[in-house]
């Protein structure tokens, strides 16, 4: 594995460790690029504090730390700043007027929510409500049309409850979707080691027939993560298994060493 642009900091209030100690690992573990992609902040109309992502008063500090450090490491690693943010139409101008001026290299984009999250259920429970299912698919492709993300964070982290032919119908639409536009899918190694619904045996299958590509994306919330070889090897042999070609780097995401 030689990049890794899904790692998030403890801003998230779910994540543990040091900046400095996820970019050590990340050296240590052999990775030519480290991506952080912390949950990105919204600016809400209601006085709502998500208890699971940065807040906006965090965005000064996460970028001053993780430029610093990323201009200390630069002859190790090469490190990007991003996100990872949900595609909620209604947020999305206020959430540009926020990060502008902020020097972000990417976005990721990972659907946790179809609404703002304190009036939405999380679509990484099981669902049986096909509107919930089709408007999360809908909001993943329009979300990467806008052309602010690079791929797709566990692109199967809604699972449908309901009919299987419809779950095969609606994962072949974003496979094919991600075809056309030369976007991998992700293998989540959080999903992977915990024995989560995700990446799931029918959207791993539908990639393969579609042959879409795939790119590893750690998930990390803790440093250590970042050298688990075994959930790594876990990742490159699920990837085989399944007859899907694994791309190292994003494009525009290169390392710089
Ligand atoms: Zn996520
Ligand atoms: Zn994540």
């Known amino acids: 594995m030689k990049a890794n642009y899904h790692t998030h900091t403890y801003r998230c209030k779910h994540g543990k460790g040091t900046d400095r100690e996820f970019i050590e690992q990340a050296i240590a573990s052999g990775l030519k690029v480290l991506g952080f992609s912390d949950h990105c902040p919204w600016v809400y109309d209601n006085d709502y504090e998500s208890p699971i992502r940065m807040q906006p008063s965090d965005l000064d500090d996460y970028f001053s ?27 999305m101008e206020k959430q540009d007027q926020l990060l502008s001026g902020y020097p972000v290299d990417y976005m990721i984009l990972g659907q946790h929510y179809n609404e703002p999250e304190y009036n939405s259920h999380y679509n990484g429970h099981g669902t049986n409500s096909l509107k919930q299912f089709t408007r999360y698919i809908d909001l993943i492709i329009e979300g990467m049309d806008s052309g602010r993300y690079k791929y797709v964070a566990h692109p199967d982290l809604l699972y449908y409850a309901g009919e299987e032919s419809t779950r095969v119908e609606q994962y072949t639409r974003l496979c094919k979707y991600f075809k056309e536009h030369e976007l991998p899918i992700e293998i989540n190694l959080i999903g992977l080691k915990n024995g989560l619904h995700y ?9 393969h027939e579609v042959v879409n590509t795939a790119i590893i994306g750690i998930d990390a919330h803790t440093p250590n993560l970042i050298g688990d070889i075994a959930s790594i090897e876990l990742g490159n042999t699920v990837a085989e298994n399944y007859g899907i070609e694994l791309i ?10």
């Open 248 to 257: 190292d780097y994003l494009p525009g995401l290169e390392p710089k060493i």
């Open 65 to 91: 730390s993780l430029l610093s450090l990323k201009k200390e490491y630069e002859k190790d690693i090469t490190i990007y700043i991003g996100f990872e943010s949900e595609y909620i139409p209604e947020l």
């Open 199 to 207: 990446p799931s045996d029918r959207l791993l299958r539908i990639a």
